[in-house]
């Protein structure tokens, strides 16, 4: 898939948010961790994916009723769905001073039309030395989904199926979408938000 780039300012995907706070200690001591193992900063980035992959349990997996939003509460509480997800991995790459940015596709909430859609959400990276965004799914691996810090090709976590209406949206953006930020926000707890996430980008 072509990307298309939401900003042609660079800057806009290195911009630390309310919600990306790559200043917060937290954030700042797994980053000095991430750089004292990593090699290089490719190596760097491939960790900090793994680690949030692996490490940060996804909320729904677990059955946990509690949201996550900001990527410091995130990695606090190891545990977000995969909005959150996507914010951690982008304020450490971020802090790394790796361009980072948002994107989404439009899946089944339980695999069939008849259970509904939701947004998921990933990341997609650039790296200077190769000219080029490619995207990355922090999600998190379980049976019959598997996600791999691959530049190509691709090897995210769910393979869309347009024949059932789902869809893989090209944009990267360089903040969350504010849809996806309310969800969280308004939701009492991570039940409610399974249904509340948007259905599709407006």
């Given amino acids: 898939m072509e990307l298309i780039i939401g900003s042609s300012n660079m800057a806009a995907y290195l911009e630390e948010t309310e919600m990306i706070d790559f200043h917060h200690p937290v954030i700042r001591e797994k980053i000095e961790e991430l750089r004292r193992i990593g090699k290089n900063k ?20 677990k059955e946990s009723t509690k949201i996550t939003i900001r990527a410091s509460e995130t ?24 361009p980072t940015g948002f994107c989404y596709q439009r899946v089944t909430r339980r695999g069939t039309p008849e259970s509904g859609y939701a947004l998921h959400g990933l ?52 903040k969350p979408l504010e849809s996806v930020i309310s969800s969280m926000k308004y939701s009492t707890d991570c039940k409610e938000l399974f249904y509340n996430r948007p259905e599709a980008i407006d």
């Fill in 123 to 174: 990341n997609a990276v650039y790296f200077h030395e190769l000219y080029t965004w490619f995207r990355i799914d922090p999600r998190g691996n379980k049976p019959g989904v598997q996600s791999e810090f691959s530049i190509s090709p691709e090897r995210l976590a769910y393979p869309i199926r347009t024949e059932l209406g789902e869809e893989d949206y090209p944009y990267v953006y360089s």
């Fill in 75 to 98: 990695l606090e509480q190891t545990e977000g769905i995969c909005f959150a997800k996507s914010h951690l991995l982008a304020a450490l790459l971020r802090g790394m001073g790796i």
């Fill in 42 to 61: 490719h190596d760097c980035a491939q960790l900090a994916f793994q680690f949030v992959r692996d490490d940060i349990q996804h909320s729904f997996d």
